[in-house]
């Protein structure tokens, strides 16, 4: 019998250390799980994909013409309001997106985890994969949507997009990871949930550039250290879009702000999991 | 290399194995934060919020198991079963004591896990085989085999939504079935499908057991339990009672675990309404050969209700099916909040001398199934022959338990029949 399958299950104690080789050994499932929530998604491709555009740009429209033809928000660098709007509406809709399904992830995934033993965090990570894909396809629409505006996106600001999608993923984990094992606990989270993602979405910059909070030092500050998306959509536009320069200041505080969620996130999870089969 | 000090030790090695659950004073399945909220509140103020109260559904329970061999799990209902498979399977971690493993364990304790409805069998087949932890490459390897177990190749582009239920369950059981890890672990998943696909899973699992695999099977059903397994685990409310040859931890179980003509048992706490009592009785005017029986119900809403009684013999081999509401809508059991007590009766007449126990099911009609009691009432048959017989037949005799009522057509003579010659 191979002897490095050996392992003893016992009571947990203190502080779990993440088991990396197994998380490893479990990658096919990950895949599968994320590969599942997809393509049941967009079984019928036709809507499924119409969906995910309609969303963002129905929101956009509307948001267009109240917030800047009514009420007269601009940009602030130049950049046409449409396409500064989207950008940060697709950011948003991707961290929204994935702390919903994050958070609601281990509830309708109960019967495997009362079933069937892996690693718990799979399932929430999944999710991050599947708002991905819910993020690709509108972000396509970008593209459309600048040529049509004429805007030419910054070199500066393509390179910075891999870090800036890494510290998004990382901020809607890290807040997904800690939402999905509270309300494994407590029921009534999820009714909360909607309320509360409504109200973040109005203190990060989506439809008003960062630059209108100049005057209130204090309350730019708090938005930039306490929601690293702020930073994530304020450092996209303005290198992709506006100046084409790369704010490293917001960038830095936004990276190191989605690590300390993530690994917060993660270490409240992880404290939590052995005990998901039992009250879930 | 192995070393004979290695060949020695168990592959499995359980050592003072114990779980305690907490139990709520308010049977509530989950919290609310709102209430969390307010209780914090309550204990800060000095009212004091819930005592909780500590049950242990497993204790002190030791055993090793070597390696190849297949070992059954028996025990009544709240004997700790579940709980021991779902420690073994590391689905729950345990509160106390050790277990050892050394090889890969993969668990079954359902059939069809994770199946999703809106894919294809196709897809089912990667899903539900990742999920137990099979490799991709596993399962591109076995495909072929499993959709040839299941038969179900002609459908394999279908949703499973559109499969009938004996599909589903056939498909399901297909991929577990191809599973090959050192440990396999097995819960009563063989109680579904019809009757020839359970006997063609049984011969899976012994096909499994022989080819030097190590087995863990839990089953209510003590002739599949003797089919497949040498030595038996026989747990009681939690606590260790035997370990040993299969045919006596069986005859200590019926022994032992000889239940009466009446039960009484707590809410079972999920919601659902629960069955709390029941009795069994047979009529004393022995002109009628039928039992009767009662059940209480408890329930907190209106709903309707069909109640199976399930039949087994005294070497747990099963016997039959019989209830109200299940398959006749008219008969169903309309269930009031609160106690609603339903009293019906079944024919025994066909039943041989013995002893037999029953379970009950309450279900929603061909829906779910909302509670179940197994193996909680018993009773003897115990009657004269009638009519003209001068027998009755006995459980003892191996023939079976069932005397079938017979009568004689005709008997024809020819007495010129052509005799061979001798």
Same mark, same amino acid.
């Given at each position: 019998?191979?002897?490095?399958?050996?392992?003893?299950?016992?009571?947990?104690?203190?502080?779990?250390?993440?088991?990396?080789?197994?998380?490893?050994?479990?990658?096919?499932?990950?895949?599968?799980?994320?590969?599942?929530?997809?393509?049941?998604?967009?079984?019928?491709?036709?809507?499924?994909?119409?969906?995910?555009?309609?969303?963002?740009?129905?929101?956009?429209?509307?948001?267009?013409?109240?917030?800047?033809?009514?009420?007269?928000?601009?940009?602030?660098?130049?950049?046409?309001?449409?396409?500064?709007?989207?950008?940060?509406?697709?950011?948003?809709?991707?961290?929204?997106?994935?702390?919903?399904?994050?958070?609601?992830?281990?509830?309708?995934?109960? @019967?495997?985890?009362?079933?069937?033993?892996?690693?718990?965090?799979?399932?929430?990570?999944?999710?991050?994969?599947?708002?991905?894909?819910?993020?690709?396809?509108?972000?396509?629409?970008?593209?459309?949507?600048?040529?049509?505006?004429?805007?030419?996106?910054?070199? %500066?600001?393509? @390179?910075?997009?891999?870090?800036?999608?890494?510290?998004?993923?990382?901020?809607?984990?890290?807040?997904?990871?800690?939402?999905?094992?509270?309300?494994?606990?407590?029921?009534?989270?999820?009714?909360?949930?909607?309320?509360?993602?409504?109200?973040?979405?109005?203190?990060?910059?989506?439809?008003?550039?960062? %630059?209108?909070?100049?005057?209130?030092?204090?309350?730019?500050?708090?938005?930039?250290?306490?929601?690293?998306?702020?930073?994530?959509?304020?450092?996209?536009?303005?290198?992709?879009?506006?100046?084409?320069?790369?704010?490293?200041?917001?960038?830095?505080?936004?990276?190191?702000?989605?690590?300390?969620?993530?690994? %917060?996130?993660?270490?409240?999870?992880?404290?939590?999991?052995?005990?998901?089969?039992?009250?879930? | 290399?192995?070393?004979?000090?290695?060949?020695?030790?168990?592959?499995?090695?359980?050592?003072?194995?114990?779980?305690?659950?907490?139990?709520?004073?308010?049977?509530? +399945?989950?919290?609310? $934060?709102?209430?969390?909220?307010?209780?914090?509140?309550?204990?800060?103020?000095?009212?004091?919020?819930?005592?909780?109260?500590?049950?242990?559904?497993?204790?002190?329970?030791?055993?090793?198991?070597?390696?190849?061999?297949?070992?059954?799990?028996?025990?009544?209902?709240?004997?700790?079963?579940?709980?021991?498979?779902?420690?073994?399977?590391?689905?729950?971690?345990?509160?106390?004591?050790?277990?050892?493993?050394?090889?890969?364990?993969?668990?079954? #304790?359902?059939?069809?896990?994770?199946?999703?409805?809106?894919?294809?069998?196709?897809?089912?087949?990667?899903?539900?085989?990742?999920? $137990?932890?099979?490799? +991709?490459?596993?399962?591109?390897?076995?495909?072929?085999?499993?959709?040839?177990?299941?038969?179900?190749?002609?459908?394999?582009?279908?949703?499973?939504?559109?499969?009938?239920?004996?599909?589903?369950?056939?498909?399901?059981?297909?991929?577990?079935?191809?599973?090959?890890?050192?440990?396999?672990?097995?819960?009563?998943?063989?109680?579904?499908?019809?009757?020839?696909?359970?006997?063609?899973?049984?011969?899976?699992?012994?096909?499994?057991?022989?080819?030097?695999?190590?087995?863990?099977?839990?089953?209510?059903?003590?002739?599949?339990?003797?089919?497949?397994?040498?030595?038996?685990?026989?747990?009681?409310?939690?606590?260790?009672?035997?370990?040993? #040859?299969?045919?006596?931890?069986?005859?200590?179980?019926?022994?032992?675990?000889?239940?009466?003509?009446?039960?009484?048992?707590?809410?079972?706490?999920?919601?659902?309404?629960?069955?709390?009592?029941?009795?069994?009785?047979?009529?004393?005017?022995?002109?009628?050969?039928?039992?009767?029986?009662?059940?209480?119900? $408890?329930?907190?809403?209106?709903?309707?209700?069909?109640?199976?009684?399930?039949?087994?013999?005294?070497?747990?081999?099963?016997?039959?099916?019989?209830?109200?509401?299940?398959?006749?809508?008219?008969?169903?059991?309309?269930?009031?909040?609160?106690?609603?007590?339903? +009293?019906?009766?079944?024919?025994?007449?066909? #039943?041989?001398?013995?002893?037999?126990?029953?379970?009950?099911?309450?279900?929603?009609?061909?829906?779910?199934?909302?509670?179940?009691?197994?193996?909680?009432?018993?009773?003897?048959?115990? +009657?004269?022959?009638?009519?003209?017989?001068?027998?009755?037949?006995?459980?003892?005799?191996?023939?079976?338990?069932?005397?079938?009522?017979?009568?004689?057509?005709?008997?024809?003579?020819?007495?010129?029949?052509?005799?061979?010659?001798?």
């Amino acid at each position: 019998m191979p002897r490095d399958v050996e392992y003893v299950i016992s009571p947990p104690k203190g502080v779990l250390s993440l088991d990396w080789r197994e998380l490893w050994r479990y990658r096919d499932l990950f895949l599968v799980l994320a590969w599942r929530d997809i393509s049941v998604r967009y079984k019928q491709t036709v809507l499924g994909v119409v969906w995910a555009l309609f969303q963002p740009v129905i929101t956009m429209v509307i948001f267009t013409f109240i917030f800047n033809r009514v009420a007269k928000i601009e940009s602030g660098d130049g950049t046409p309001y449409p396409v500064f709007l989207y950008v940060g509406l697709l950011l948003w809709q991707y961290f929204s997106n994935t702390l919903t399904h994050a958070a609601d992830s281990m509830i309708s995934n109960s @019967a495997l985890i009362q079933k069937v033993y892996f690693p718990r965090l799979i399932v929430p990570a999944a999710t991050a994969i599947t708002a991905l894909v819910d993020f690709a396809i509108p972000a396509v629409l970008l593209a459309g949507l600048m040529a049509w505006y004429h805007v030419v996106p910054h070199v %500066a600001g393509l @390179a910075i997009l891999p870090v800036l999608l890494l510290c998004a993923v990382m901020c809607a984990m890290g807040a997904g990871l800690f939402l999905a094992a509270i309300n494994v606990k407590y029921r009534d989270v999820r009714y909360a949930l909607p309320f509360m993602i409504q109200v973040v979405m109005y203190v990060t910059p989506v439809i008003y550039p960062v %630059a209108m909070l100049d005057r209130h030092p204090v309350i730019k500050g708090l938005m930039l250290w306490c929601n690293p998306i702020s930073g994530v959509i304020t450092v996209a536009r303005g290198s992709v879009l506006g100046a084409g320069t790369v704010q490293w200041d917001v960038l830095g505080i936004s990276l190191l702000m989605s690590f300390v969620m993530f690994v %917060a996130g993660l270490y409240y999870f992880r404290n939590t999991e052995r005990y998901f089969a039992d009250i879930v | 290399m192995r070393t004979s000090s290695e060949m020695s030790r168990p592959i499995i090695d359980v050592q003072g194995i114990g779980k305690r659950y907490r139990i709520g004073a308010r049977r509530e +399945r989950y919290l609310s $934060l709102r209430d969390e909220i307010v209780k914090g509140f309550r204990r800060v103020v000095g009212r004091g919020g819930d005592s909780a109260t500590d049950f242990w559904a497993l204790r002190d329970v030791s055993f090793g198991v070597e390696e190849g061999d297949a070992v059954g799990i028996i025990g009544r209902n709240g004997a700790g079963k579940s709980t021991l498979l779902k420690i073994l399977s590391k689905i729950t971690p345990p509160t106390e004591g050790t277990i050892t493993m050394r090889g890969r364990v993969a668990s079954l #304790l359902e059939v069809g896990t994770g199946f999703h409805p809106e894919l294809t069998g196709r897809e089912n087949i990667y899903l539900n085989g990742a999920i $137990l932890g099979m490799t +991709r490459r596993e399962i591109v390897r076995k495909f072929d085999e499993i959709v040839a177990f299941a038969e179900v190749d002609k459908f394999l582009d279908t949703p499973v939504k559109r499969y009938s239920s004996g599909m589903y369950v056939r498909l399901a059981f297909a991929v577990a079935a191809h599973l090959e890890p050192e440990i396999l672990v097995v819960d009563e998943v063989l109680a579904v499908g019809d009757a020839e696909f359970q006997k063609k899973c049984l011969g899976k699992m012994g096909e499994v057991a022989r080819g030097g695999r190590t087995v863990l099977f839990v089953s209510h059903n003590m002739s599949a339990i003797q089919a497949l397994c040498k030595k038996t685990l026989l747990l009681h409310q939690g606590r260790f009672k035997s370990y040993g #040859l299969t045919n006596d931890a069986v005859h200590e179980y019926l022994a032992t675990a000889a239940p009466t003509s009446s039960f009484e048992r707590p809410v079972q706490g999920n919601g659902e309404p629960t069955i709390t009592k029941g009795t069994v009785s047979i009529p004393k005017d022995s002109g009628r050969d039928e039992l009767d029986l009662a059940a209480t119900i $408890l329930s907190d809403r209106s709903v309707r209700l069909g109640l199976d009684v399930f039949l087994q013999d005294a070497n747990g081999t099963p016997i039959g099916l019989g209830g109200i509401g299940v398959r006749s809508p008219e008969t169903v059991i309309d269930v009031r909040p609160g106690e609603t007590t339903v +009293r019906w009766f079944i024919d025994i007449s066909g #039943l041989a001398l013995g002893s037999y126990v029953m379970s009950l099911l309450l279900q929603h009609p061909n829906v779910a199934m909302v509670d179940r009691v197994d193996q909680c009432l018993a009773f003897d048959v115990n +009657r004269p022959p009638k009519g003209v017989a001068t027998h009755v037949i006995d459980q003892r005799w191996g023939h079976g338990s069932v005397e079938f009522r017979t009568g004689i057509i005709n008997v024809a003579h020819s007495p010129k029949a052509d005799l061979p010659a001798s």
